[in-house]
């Protein structure tokens, strides 16, 4: 008795996090999650009802015991929503983004330099993508401008698709800005009291420079025909 009474709070709490985070869209965080979150939206749009622990366990071929524990998991996270002792109440949260919902298109910040640096310039776009690429952070899209990264198979007038993240590990692409706010696509080495940003084109030398503002990693190319 003592523990059902510590956990009402929480449920409720997490309700209301859940409520206040609506205009955010919130994205499993495991691929289970995703197929179970899957299956109660496509078993509910079915059927007008939500499925039971019973259905849910046929399904993926678990116990009872498990799916309670992953939808434990998924009401704490905010993702799902059920009325204790009632069967059929499961509801996903309003935020809630599975991944056969995640949009087909990327912003187009603009141009960035595979050749000599050129100015940093933001000019959103949008374009459309087949495909989603998948990340844990922002994702956006730059056409490439030059052939220095030709060797690594981007070319003039390429697309690369960009994650949102300042610590390369040595060896990455990155959307590199030197100190004079120029920007550039190299592979990233940090070495000996400097860090080596590297072309992919024996025409073109490497740059030598002690700090760098590294504004992504490349994760993708998309090839213009």
């Keep these: ?25 919130t994205r499993p965080a495991t691929p289970r999650q995703a197929e179970i979150l899957t299956f109660v939206r496509d078993f509910t749009h079915r059927n007008g009802y ?4 019973d259905e849910i366990a046929a399904k993926f071929g678990i116990s009872k015991v498990t799916v309670f524990e992953h939808l434990t998991v998924l009401e704490e996270r905010g993702l799902l929503r059920r009325e204790r002792h009632k069967a059929r109440s ?12 995640r949009p087909s298109c990327l912003k187009l910040l603009g141009r960035i330099a595979a050749g000599s640096p050129i100015e940093a310039i933001e000019d959103p776009e949008v374009i ?3 495909q989603m690429f998948s990340s844990d952070h922002e994702v956006y899209a730059l056409q490439v ?22 610590t390369p590990y040595n060896g990455e692409i990155v959307v ?6 120029e920007a550039t696509l190299k592979r990233f080495y940090r070495e000996k ?19 760098v ?13």
Excluded: C, W
């Design 1 to 25: 008795m003592p523990s059902r009474t510590k956990k009402k709070p929480s449920a409720r709490s997490t309700g209301g996090a859940a409520r206040r985070g609506r205009s955010k869209p």
């Design 213 to 225: 503002d590294i504004r992504g990693v490349v994760i993708g190319v998309i090839r213009k025909t």
């Design 128 to 130: 459309d993508l087949e």
């Design 90 to 101: 499961l509801e996903l949260a309003d935020h809630l983004q599975l991944p056969d919902e």
């Design 176 to 181: 590199a800005v030197t100190s004079d706010g």
């Design 50 to 53: 939500s499925p039971t622990y």
């Design 145 to 166: 401008r030059g052939d220095s990264m030709i060797d690594d198979q981007i070319a003039d007038g390429d697309y690369v698709v960009v994650e949102r993240r300042t």
């Design 193 to 211: 009291g400097r860090i080596r940003l590297q072309p992919a084109n024996e025409k073109y030398e490497p740059i030598f420079v002690t700090d």
